[in-house]
């Protein structure tokens, strides 16, 4: 392929992955796609994940571009994220967790639609579901991993798709179906200058995928290609898998986005916000435990979740 092809940049936070970082490397080095850049940054791992890496420096600077491999303390997603942004000189970007793995056409799949459709920020695949021994699994209905023919799902969109969302039309990724939560699967190719236009990820926002899919939703369309392009590690030590965590976290996601949402320029997406508190408000009322509701002045309206009794303002403006 001509030097002129994009470069795209793949970026990856490592932490405490030393068992599979091996394997995810090599998953990037097999693309198709050659003209890569590869950055990756240690976040102060506790395990033996940036000796494994600075074993694999030399096939590195063979493979790509430019290969760069740095260390720091530990720092959370969201910095790690925004300095690798910050390092990244592709058109395009790429980012993958350290435990996962990449089919070898992912990155030509996706770069051969972005380039084609330049209305379009994001085209992502779909996500097989593998083990710690990287074994193809599905989940059961509760989302626990079982042998992939015991599974009611067998891939990520299988799992939201029963959330009525549509992936193969107009209406996947757009603002108003992330508001519910997010569903894109894991894998995507973004254009790079979208991504710097958000200003990049937040530490108030702590669910960086879902806050970063409702600012890219802001500025151009997603596409889903229906293939799997991507393996989604599924193991004991998923963050996802703890419940009470991922609830704090999506908390504070969401109040991050509403502050967002009080700029004059985004005044637009409030709506979307405000249909899906009124339509759940009369649906979900588990008496002290949790409810919705809506409650209006004068001079403001203010949509608000309750749990245990205290109340938190989701959503307010001035009527």
Not at 73 to 82: A, I, M, Y
Not at 110 to 121: A, G, K, P, S
Not at 283 to 288: A, D, R, S, V, W
Request: hydrophobic share 40%; proline share 3%.
């Amino acid at each position: 392929m001509e030097s002129t092809a994009p470069l795209v940049s793949v970026i990856m936070p490592a932490y405490n992955h030393a068992r599979y970082i091996r394997q995810t490397v090599a998953s990037i080095m097999a693309q198709t796609y050659p003209h890569i850049e590869f950055l990756v940054i240690d976040d102060g791992s506790s395990d033996n994940t940036l000796e494994e890496l600075k074993r694999l420096k030399s096939s590195c600077e063979k493979r790509f571009v430019r290969s760069i491999i740095q260390t720091q303390p530990n720092s959370g997603t969201c910095l790690t994220l925004n300095k690798l942004l910050d390092m990244a000189r592709g058109e395009y970007i790429y980012s993958l967790a350290s435990d996962d793995l990449l089919k070898p056409q992912a990155i030509a799949v996706l770069l051969d639609f972005l380039h084609t459709h330049r209305e379009y920020v994001m085209a992502v695949g779909d996500n097989e579901i593998i083990d710690s021994d990287s074994r193809r699994i599905g989940w059961d209905a509760q989302r626990r991993g079982v042998p992939l023919e015991q599974a009611t799902y067998k891939t990520l969109a299988a799992f939201t798709m029963y959330k009525d969302k549509d992936f193969l039309t107009s209406h996947f990724g757009t603002y108003a179906s992330l508001v519910p939560g997010n569903y894109i699967p894991n894998g995507y190719l973004v254009r790079t200058a979208a991504l710097r236009d958000t200003g990049g990820y937040v530490k108030e926002a702590p669910l960086e995928d879902w806050y970063m899919m409702l600012q890219l939703a802001k500025r151009g369309k997603f596409k889903l290609i229906n293939e799997v392009l991507y393996s989604y590690r599924w193991h004991e030590k998923n963050t996802s898998q703890d419940i009470a965590h991922m609830q704090k976290m999506t908390w504070k996601t969401l109040a991050y986005e509403q502050k967002l949402l009080q700029q004059p320029e985004y005044i637009q997406y409030r709506v979307f916000w405000e249909e899906i508190w009124y339509r759940h408000k009369m649906k979900i009322n588990l008496g002290k435990f949790l409810k919705f509701y809506n409650r209006q002045s004068n001079c403001k309206k203010q949509y608000i979740l309750e749990i245990f009794g205290k109340p938190f303002i989701l959503l307010e403006h001035k009527l």
